[in-house]
């Protein structure tokens, strides 16, 4: 069958309220007069996966379970402006949603609506295994559906990558996820020993290369038993948001690494395409282009051979 998509998102469709908040923690008050307001929009991990990944030209393809209900009707409405084919289970139980709070330095904290899922919930497996067959890779979001997804997209004979965000390395939960894909990104944000976590995920599972990323202190990649510090980038702009550039570093590793280019290389992406997710305002679900990606990847290599030619 002819290959149609480059990269298959399962999971993680949703809408996101932006909440501005004077700091975090939150102090308590009565009220707050809050700016620049509360919005809401389409963009959770998955979305902002199939985004990043269609900005960068690969082609995506998108699929979850979405509710017959106006947060659905933001998730349809952001594929079709981005022209992001998106196939849409129907879920009784609802659209996923969040409440992002949004500090003045960027940082959020998520809350998450656990009513919007039900134990039931599968993403059909015929459906699943059509849309396998006619793609490179599959990018697994780390929600309940998506774990009986993971032996189909085996038999199809997929890669698969997954991100398990701030797993603290012990939650059960995240382990079918972090030992049965390929490419396996977390973030060190909740881990008490990221190198270790990282040894475990490759000694247990079948991932070839995982990656850690530390924010401002850059990211961690573990390939064939070497571990490699990857300095953090200075973004291009302010800092205004950090919510999405996860996803925006796997969406640009994902590049480099379909492209067969070496695991650091794909790193540098990422930790370049994380970056300039920091100054996206929250508000809205946009992502660094393929020439925008390119183009810094080039300032920053002519940057470090010219620093080696000074040393």
Same mark, same amino acid.
């Given at each position: 069958?002819?290959?149609? #998509?480059?990269?298959?998102?399962?999971?993680?469709?949703?809408?996101? /309220?932006?909440?501005?908040?004077?700091?975090?923690?939150? *102090? %308590?008050?009565? @009220?707050?007069?809050?700016? *620049?307001?509360?919005?809401?929009?389409?963009?959770?991990?998955?979305?902002?996966?199939?985004? +990043?990944? @269609?900005?960068?030209?690969?082609?995506?393809?998108?699929?979850?379970?979405?509710?017959?209900?106006?947060?659905?009707?933001?998730?349809?409405?952001?594929?079709?402006?981005?022209?992001?084919?998106?196939?849409?289970?129907?879920?009784?139980?609802?659209?996923?949603?969040?409440?992002?709070?949004?500090?003045?330095?960027?940082?959020?904290?998520?809350?998450?609506?656990? /009513?919007?899922?039900?134990?039931?919930?599968?993403?059909?497996?015929? #459906?699943?295994?059509?849309?396998?067959? @006619?793609?490179?890779?599959?990018?697994?979001?780390? #929600?309940?559906?998506?774990? %009986?997804?993971?032996?189909?997209?085996?038999?199809?004979?997929? #890669?698969? @990558? /997954?991100?398990?965000?701030?797993?603290? +390395?012990?939650?059960?939960?995240?382990?079918?996820?972090?030992?049965?894909?390929?490419?396996?990104?977390?973030?060190?944000?909740?881990?008490?020993?990221?190198?270790?976590?990282?040894?475990?995920?490759?000694?247990?599972?079948?991932?070839?290369?995982?990656?850690?990323?530390?924010?401002?202190?850059?990211?961690?990649?573990?390939?064939?038993?070497?571990?490699?510090?990857?300095?953090?980038?200075? *973004?291009?702009?302010?800092?205004?948001?950090?919510?999405?550039?996860?996803?925006?570093?796997?969406?640009?590793?994902?590049?480099?690494?379909?492209?067969?280019?070496?695991?650091?290389?794909?790193?540098? %992406?990422?930790?370049?395409?994380?970056?300039?997710?920091?100054?996206?305002?929250?508000?809205?679900?946009?992502?660094?282009?393929?020439?925008?990606?390119?183009?810094?990847?080039?300032?920053?290599?002519?940057?470090?051979?010219?620093?080696?030619?000074?040393?």
């Amino acid at each position: 069958m002819t290959t149609e #998509t480059d990269v298959l998102v399962l999971g993680g469709a949703g809408v996101d /309220t932006v909440v501005h908040v004077p700091e975090l923690p939150v *102090p %308590y008050a009565d @009220s707050y007069m809050i700016r *620049p307001g509360i919005v809401t929009r389409a963009g959770q991990s998955g979305d902002f996966v199939a985004l +990043g990944v @269609s900005a960068l030209g690969l082609r995506a393809h998108h699929i979850d379970l979405v509710g017959a209900d106006p947060e659905g009707d933001l998730v349809r409405a952001l594929h079709r402006d981005r022209g992001i084919p998106l196939t849409d289970v129907p879920s009784a139980a609802g659209t996923k949603r969040a409440v992002n709070l949004v500090g003045p330095d960027g940082r959020r904290l998520s809350l998450y609506d656990d /009513t919007r899922s039900q134990e039931s919930d599968r993403l059909p497996e015929d #459906t699943l295994r059509a849309l396998a067959a @006619s793609s490179r890779h599959a990018h697994v979001v780390i #929600t309940h559906p998506c774990s %009986y997804a993971l032996p189909v997209l085996r038999e199809a004979g997929l #890669t698969v @990558s /997954t991100d398990l965000h701030n797993w603290d +390395g012990v939650n059960p939960y995240h382990e079918p996820f972090a030992l049965a894909t390929d490419l396996v990104f977390l973030s060190t944000t909740a881990l008490a020993d990221p190198e270790h976590t990282m040894r475990d995920i490759a000694a247990r599972g079948r991932a070839r290369i995982v990656v850690a990323t530390a924010g401002a202190e850059g990211a961690y990649l573990l390939v064939d038993g070497e571990l490699t510090h990857v300095p953090a980038v200075a *973004p291009p702009s302010p800092v205004v948001d950090s919510n999405g550039a996860g996803d925006a570093f796997a969406a640009a590793f994902l590049l480099g690494w379909l492209d067969g280019l070496d695991p650091l290389r794909c790193a540098r %992406y990422g930790a370049i395409a994380g970056a300039h997710a920091c100054t996206v305002p929250s508000t809205r679900a946009d992502a660094i282009s393929r020439d925008q990606l390119l183009a810094r990847v080039a300032e920053s290599d002519a940057d470090e051979q010219a620093a080696k030619v000074s040393g």
